[in-house]
């Protein structure tokens, strides 16, 4: 597994043909007629070693490596580069998976916000070990639900990868964002906006203005923290609340969605938050020719959607 870099510009891409090799339940019927998960309860042995687990022998969330990882803890991080054109290192990091229910007729969006705040928690222990170990800097946490949001496996999951790079997106968010805080200017103003979806005590949600995604919609904690483990016991809770009842809006729609973390790399304020990224038009040519996206939902629309006020 390599790391490469464009010729000229910077922009970075994994190379792991091994995921080829993964298997596909979403994209194809299973022809063998069986109906084998390596994430149910008595397949256990199938995954690769457990790292952690809520219950005892009936457990309701299990997480270990994955079995097709992206990256490999085997490898050399530094960055290499011939001084032309050819730039690389091995894909160095932690890949792992977080199966969030034993059942998998259940979906994320049909747990309870007290499981998903209890998700979220194991999700601040994992960034907490993974972020101590050598060389990695950042420790990405994401879903993908349904085979347009990259799912292979309908078995509810959440993964995570630990790298040494810093997500370029990551780091963007982090400088653009300033000091004081922009992000904490624009919950304010956008809580009160035609963009607004959710909001509770310590926690809001809206559509972001220059929505990318149909639907996408932001959540933040109200209150100014950089991560995960700087949110208290009733923060994290409200958050929960929030995601739920997004999740609860995006199974009226059988939405495939990704969501995903974004938290401060180290030395940088950026403030906290979950990205929600609906997965229901596709990258077209334009695109990928031009970087911008079309998107046939507004965000005034979408919010609408969300606060209840029209069925799509
Ligand atoms: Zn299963
Ligand atoms: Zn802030």
Same mark, same amino acid.
């Given at each position: 597994?390599?790391?490469?870099?464009?010729?000229?510009?910077?922009?970075?891409?994994?190379?792991?043909?091994?995921?080829?090799?993964?298997?596909?339940?979403?994209?194809?019927?299973?022809?063998?007629?069986?109906?084998?998960?390596?994430?149910?309860?008595?397949?256990?042995?199938?995954?690769?070693?457990?790292?952690?687990?809520?219950?005892?022998?009936?457990?309701?969330?299990?997480?270990?490596?994955?079995?097709?990882?992206?990256?490999?803890?085997?490898?050399?991080?530094?960055?290499?580069?011939?001084?032309?054109?050819?730039?690389?290192?091995?894909?160095?990091?932690?890949?792992?998976?977080?199966?969030?229910?034993? !059942?998998?007729?259940?979906? +994320?969006?049909? /747990?309870?916000? =007290?499981?998903?705040?209890? %998700?979220?928690?194991?999700?601040? #222990?994992?960034?907490?070990?993974?972020?101590?170990?050598?060389?990695?800097?950042?420790?990405?946490?994401?879903?993908?639900?349904?085979?347009?949001?990259?799912?292979?496996?309908?078995?509810?999951?959440?993964?995570?990868?630990?790298?040494?790079?810093?997500?370029?997106?990551?780091?963007?968010?982090?400088?653009?964002?300033?000091?004081?805080?922009?992000?904490?200017?624009?919950?304010?103003?956008?809580?009160?906006?035609?963009?607004?979806?959710?909001?509770?005590?310590?926690?809001?949600?809206?559509?972001?203005?220059?929505?990318?995604?149909?639907?996408?919609?932001?959540?933040?904690?109200?209150?100014?923290?950089?991560?995960?483990?700087?949110?208290?016991?009733?923060?994290?809770?409200?958050?929960?609340?929030?995601?739920? !009842?997004?999740?609860?809006? +995006?199974?009226? /729609?059988?939405? =495939?969605?990704?969501?995903? %973390?974004?938290?401060?790399?180290? #030395?940088?304020?950026?403030?906290?938050?979950?990205?929600?990224?609906?997965?229901?038009?596709?990258?077209?040519?334009?695109?990928?020719?031009?970087?911008?996206?079309?998107?046939?939902?507004?965000?005034?629309?979408?919010?609408?959607?969300?606060?209840?006020?029209?069925?799509?």
């Amino acid at each position: 597994m390599e790391l490469r870099k464009d010729y000229i510009l910077d922009r970075w891409v994994i190379i792991a043909s091994g995921r080829g090799r993964r298997p596909q339940e979403l994209r194809e019927p299973d022809s063998s007629g069986k109906d084998l998960c390596f994430f149910c309860p008595g397949n256990e042995h199938l995954t690769p070693a457990e790292i952690g687990r809520i219950g005892n022998r009936k457990w309701r969330f299990r997480w270990f490596a994955n079995k097709f990882p992206a990256v490999d803890i085997l490898g050399n991080p530094d960055v290499r580069t011939d001084n032309t054109f050819f730039t690389f290192a091995d894909a160095f990091g932690m890949h792992e998976i977080i199966v969030e229910t034993p !059942s998998k007729k259940k979906q +994320l969006w049909d /747990l309870g916000s =007290a499981e998903l705040a209890e %998700l979220f928690s194991i999700y601040k #222990g994992r960034i907490a070990e993974l972020s101590g170990r050598r060389s990695i800097n950042y420790v990405a946490i994401f879903k993908n639900h349904g085979s347009k949001g990259g799912a292979s496996l309908q078995h509810s999951h959440t993964q995570i990868i630990a790298t040494a790079f810093i997500p370029q997106i990551v780091q963007q968010e982090a400088d653009a964002s300033g000091k004081p805080c922009r992000y904490c200017k624009i919950i304010d103003i956008e809580k009160g906006s035609f963009r607004r979806c959710f909001e509770n005590a310590d926690a809001v949600a809206f559509a972001p203005y220059a929505s990318r995604f149909n639907y996408e919609v932001w959540l933040f904690p109200k209150r100014h923290v950089t991560s995960l483990a700087d949110l208290t016991k009733e923060e994290l809770s409200s958050l929960a609340k929030i995601l739920l !009842s997004i999740l609860r809006k +995006l199974k009226k /729609l059988n939405a =495939a969605y990704n969501y995903f %973390l974004h938290y401060s790399p180290a #030395g940088s304020d950026l403030h906290f938050h979950v990205e929600v990224t609906p997965r229901i038009a596709n990258w077209a040519g334009f695109e990928l020719s031009s970087g911008i996206t079309i998107n046939t939902v507004s965000p005034e629309d979408a919010a609408r959607f969300y606060r209840g006020e029209s069925e799509f």
